[in-house]
C-alpha cells in the first residue's frame, strides 16, 4: 500500500509504440504479442537505433519475437532494433526471439553505446550483428545465437561477427564481451575474436563444440 507497490511489476507490451514507450521509462517490460518494428528505405547512416533504452531495464521475450517489419527493397543505411546508452543496463531473458532478417539488408540487434547488456536467455539471429558493444559492455550468460537466414545464406564466413566489439574500443579496455554461457552457430567465441591471443570467454570457462547433421558447428561455452 506503499508508493512502491508496483516496484518490481511487469508491463506487459503488444505493439511498437507500447514497447517504445516502456523501454524509455524503464522496468520489467514482457512482450505479450509478437513486436514487427517498421523501416524504410529512407533510414540513412550506420547503426541508427529504432528504439533507445536509456534506463535500467528487464525486457522478457515471454515465447514472443522482436524483429523488424518484412523488407523487399534496399536499405540506404543499418537500422538497429535498439540500443544502449546513457549507462543504463539491459537484461534480456525469456524464451523468445530477437530477429534482425532485412532481406539482403544488414541490421544490428542491439548497439551498446555507453551502457550493459546482460543476456541470460532467448535466440538471437544477427544480419551480420545480433549485439555489437561501441562502448561499454556485454555480458552474455545464456542464449543461442546465430545469422539471420539470408544473411547466413549469402556470408557465411561472417558468422564470427554475430557478437562483436568495435576493434580501436576493444583494444583500449572502452568496450568489452565476457561470455559464460551460451551456444554460437559457426563461431568460437574463444578463438582470436579480436586478434591473436583474444577470447570473449571469461576466465574459468571453456568452448564444447559440437557438429550439426547440416554442416554447422555450434559452440557452447560451459563451465571448466
Do not use: R
Amino acid at each position: 500500500f506503499t508508493s512502491q507497490y508496483d516496484e518490481n511489476a511487469t508491463y506487459p507490451v503488444a505493439n511498437v509504440t507500447e514497447l517504445k514507450e516502456a523501454l524509455t521509462t524503464g522496468g520489467v517490460v514482457a512482450l505479450a504479442k509478437d513486436v514487427a518494428l517498421p523501416v524504410s528505405d529512407g533510414e540513412t547512416g550506420h547503426a541508427n537505433p529504432l528504439m533507445t533504452v536509456t534506463k535500467d531495464t528487464v525486457l522478457d521475450l515471454n515465447n514472443k519475437t522482436l524483429e523488424l517489419e518484412k523488407v523487399t527493397g534496399n536499405l540506404t543505411g543499418v537500422p538497429v532494433l535498439a540500443a544502449v546508452e546513457g549507462g543504463a543496463t539491459l537484461t534480456i531473458n525469456g524464451a523468445g526471439t530477437l530477429n534482425c532478417e532485412a532481406g539482403g539488408n544488414t541490421c544490428y540487434g542491439i548497439n551498446v553505446n555507453g551502457g550493459k547488456v546482460v543476456i541470460e536467455s532467448g535466440k538471437f539471429y544477427g544480419a551480420m550483428t545480433a549485439i555489437q558493444v561501441q562502448k561499454g559492455s556485454l555480458e552474455i550468460k545464456g542464449g543461442f545465437f546465430d545469422m539471420a537466414p539470408t544473411c547466413k545464406a549469402a556470408v557465411p564466413q561472417y558468422a564470427k561477427y554475430v557478437v562483436n566489439c568495435i576493434d580501436a574500443a576493444y583494444k583500449d579496455g572502452t568496450a568489452t564481451i565476457s561470455i559464460t554461457g551460451g551456444t554460437f552457430v559457426n563461431f568460437d567465441p574463444s578463438a582470436d575474436p579480436e586478434g591473436a591471443g583474444t577470447s570473449y570467454v571469461a576466465d574459468g570457462y571453456k568452448v564444447v563444440s559440437e557438429p550439426q547433421t547440416n554442416g554447422d558447428v555450434w559452440y557452447t561455452v560451459v563451465k571448466g
